[in-house]
């Protein structure tokens, strides 16, 4: 048995239906793409849009199997985390 959609292209969504695609708001994800904490998104002209492939991914780094379960990866949260230092120096 085929795959019907292994003929199709990638489908990409804006950032309003790949929000609520994922549950967020558009500007959870704006916040993300900031920060970037977010999924992989593309740039095509001044558009952004984010392949479902990619949301996907993204989505399950999250996956947990109990709240005391903590993962192989993790999603973090659409805000600003401390600087990571570059090669052990302080940046001035």
Known sequence: MSD????????????????????LSGRT????????????YRKLGGRVVYALDDLKAWADRGTKTSTGDPGADTVLPAKRHPPIPYAGKERR
């Open 29 to 40: 994800m704006e916040k993300h793409r900031i920060y970037g904490t977010g999924p992989t």
């Open 4 to 23: 019907s959609n292994a003929a199709l292209p990638p489908r990409y969504l804006r950032t309003p239906e790949a929000a609520r695609f994922l549950g």
